[in-house]
């Protein structure tokens, strides 16, 4: 099993939680964004979107980080990281959508150089963007759960995608000095994630290619 990745792509590092979760054995690749590695001809022959991350497990080759998700799940699932009943399922999956689908896409490095570099926005106006799309979804997230269902995790006390999703993005979130005291519960969960060993080896710091 191959990842390739960068040490500061919140994508990548929700699989390598979720592979450290599930004590499989990867060999990760580093891909430099800064370089461009990602879109080198080589790599874009494995992954036509030039994205991180990119995953193998013998035949098997994917791009985008939820499939490798559900593919790690229905492949390895033990510890299971979707719970057992359908409406628990939809649950994690709506939470996790929150960051994979409203959240992230819109904050990540190719949005955020285009906006400075094509529309001409200034640095401020960067960072109030970051700031903006994460307080969006972090509103909504942190209402979710406080409907009664989250428990240590944000579902129940076992870590499930969302939490996957959830941790990468908090540390973005602190990276860009957004704050984030309007959401205790999330604050709450995330520092509950980063007690874990699979969650501690996954942080972008612990990584071979960290700046």
Excluded at 39 to 50: C, D, I, S, T, V
Excluded at 69 to 98: F, N, T, W
Excluded at 131 to 155: M, N, V, Y
Excluded at 167 to 184: E, S, W
Aim: charged share 25%.
């Amino acid at each position: 099993m191959e990842l390739y990745g960068y040490f500061r792509s919140s994508t990548a590092y929700r699989v390598r939680i979720a592979l450290n979760m599930k004590g499989l054995d990867c060999t990760h690749i580093p891909l430099s964004i800064l370089a461009g590695e990602h879109k080198a001809q080589e790599y874009l022959r494995k992954n036509p979107q030039g994205f991180v991350p990119y995953m193998t497990d013998g035949d098997v080759a994917m791009g985008q980080s939820m499939a490798m998700l559900e593919y790690l799940e229905e492949s390895y699932p033990e510890p299971a990281l979707l719970p057992k009943d359908a409406a628990g399922r939809a649950r994690v999956r709506q939470l996790s959508g929150i960051i994979a689908c409203d959240i992230h896409p819109l904050d990540n490095l190719r949005v955020l150089k285009y906006i400075t570099g094509v529309l001409g926005a200034s640095d401020a106006q960067k960072t109030e963007w970051y700031h903006h799309w994460i307080r969006e979804g972090f509103k909504a997230f942190e209402t979710l759960l406080k409907d009664g269902k989250s428990g240590d995790f944000c579902h129940g006390n076992e870590v499930t995608f969302a939490d996957l999703c959830l941790v990468p993005q908090v540390y973005n979130a602190a990276r860009f000095n957004c704050p984030l005291d309007d959401f205790p519960t999330i604050l709450r969960i995330a520092d509950n994630c980063n007690r874990l060993e699979a969650f501690i080896e996954a942080l972008p710091e612990n990584q071979a290619d960290a700046l």
